[in-house]
């Protein structure tokens, strides 16, 4: 692996981990009980990693460059791969770190509930405190998280699965587009044009079908009708079906490029 594959991994990595460790910041406004803040922190967290998937066309696009300009675009497909594999292990990582996660977004909404600063409350990660905070915030996953997965899910089987079709369509949707423009180079340009499509899609079902699920249920944890460790299992659930999404992503994404490419020649 080069340095500029690298680049494109840990950025890819990186992504996929702020979006999984978002839900764990819902935990933490039931348990803090400062709904709108965590919302609030969701929403930032939600934003940055589905607006910063278009941050990755750039260095793809510059991959795929570079690999025709030097002969080796066959290896592009493996290359791919990779970063979606990249995908997958972090969202697999943000899993185990939700019990941290939690513990960090509770302490940062009692922080910025405090100071009212934004810039403040990053700035404190920085500082020896704010590591210490962190130390303290290390804790693995409970095996009883896993036993508990057999009993009552908190959604249904239609949104866990319109969720993993998302994350196949948002961890697919530029790189797919990129690799359809080697695979169609006379419309290059209009194939890698066409992720906008496919992440607006996505984004839309996440919008319109995931996350009002959530806020209805975190309203009903709040009133005392639904249990905080359902709520709990469900983000687990939530999370498991993200992972799920980002391993098919490895089986959808040739047809993904090789379909990508077709509609390129009848826009």
């Given at each position: 692996m080069?340095?500029?594959?690298?680049?494109?991994?840990?950025?890819?990595?990186?992504?996929?981990?702020?979006?999984?460790?978002?839900?764990?910041?819902?935990?933490?406004?039931?348990?803090?009980?400062?709904?709108?803040?965590?919302?609030?922190?969701?929403?930032?967290?939600?934003?940055?990693?589905?607006?910063?998937?278009?941050?990755?066309?750039?260095?793809?696009?510059?991959?795929?460059?570079?690999?025709?300009?030097?002969?080796?675009?066959?290896?592009?497909?493996?290359?791919?791969?990779?970063?979606?594999?990249?995908?997958?292990?972090?969202?697999?990582?943000?899993?185990?770190?939700?019990?941290?996660?939690?513990?960090?977004?509770?302490?940062?909404?009692?922080?910025?509930?405090?100071?009212?600063?934004?810039?403040?409350?990053?700035?404190?990660?920085?500082?020896?405190?704010?590591?210490?905070?962190?130390?303290?915030?290390?804790?693995?996953?409970?095996?009883?998280v896993?036993?508990?997965?057999?009993?009552?899910?908190g959604?249904?089987?239609?949104?866990?699965?319109?969720?993993?079709?998302?994350?196949?369509?948002?961890?697919?949707?530029?790189?797919?587009?990129?690799?359809?423009?080697?695979?169609?180079?006379?419309?290059?340009?209009?194939?890698?044009?066409?992720s906008?499509?496919?992440?607006?899609?996505?984004?839309?079902?996440?919008?319109?079908?995931?996350?009002?699920?959530?806020?209805?249920?975190?309203?009903?944890?709040?009133?005392?009708?639904?249990?905080?460790?359902?709520?709990?299992?469900?983000?687990?659930?939530?999370?498991?079906?993200?992972?799920?999404?980002?391993?098919?992503?490895?089986?959808?994404?040739?047809?993904?490029?090789?379909?990508?490419?077709?509609?390129?020649?009848y826009?």
């Open positions: 080069d340095s500029q594959l690298f680049v494109i991994c840990l950025l890819t990595a990186a992504i996929n981990l702020i979006g999984t460790l978002a839900y764990a910041a819902r935990i933490a406004g039931v348990r803090t009980r400062r709904i709108a803040m965590s919302f609030a922190l969701f929403n930032i967290l939600v934003l940055v990693s589905r607006t910063s998937n278009s941050f990755l066309g750039p260095f793809l696009a510059k991959r795929i460059e570079v690999r025709i300009s030097e002969g080796g675009g066959e290896a592009l497909l493996f290359d791919f791969h990779l970063v979606l594999a990249s995908a997958s292990l972090a969202v697999l990582i943000g899993i185990l770190l939700v019990p941290t996660g939690q513990r960090l977004f509770a302490k940062a909404i009692g922080h910025f509930q405090e100071h009212r600063s934004t810039t403040r409350m990053l700035l404190r990660t920085a500082t020896p405190a704010g590591l210490h905070t962190l130390r303290e915030a290390l804790t693995p996953p409970s095996p009883k896993l036993k508990e997965l057999v009993k009552e899910r959604v249904g089987w239609g949104v866990l699965l319109a969720n993993c079709l998302a994350q196949v369509l948002i961890t697919v949707g530029v790189v797919a587009s990129l690799y359809a423009g080697y695979l169609n180079p006379e419309f290059r340009v209009t194939a890698s044009q066409l906008a499509v496919v992440n607006g899609f996505a984004t839309i079902l996440l919008f319109a079908l995931i996350d009002p699920q959530l806020s209805v249920m975190t309203d009903d944890v709040v009133e005392g009708r639904v249990s905080e460790a359902l709520f709990r299992r469900t983000i687990v659930w939530i999370s498991l079906s993200r992972l799920a999404g980002t391993l098919l992503a490895q089986l959808l994404f040739l047809p993904s490029a090789q379909a990508i490419a077709w509609v390129a020649n826009v």
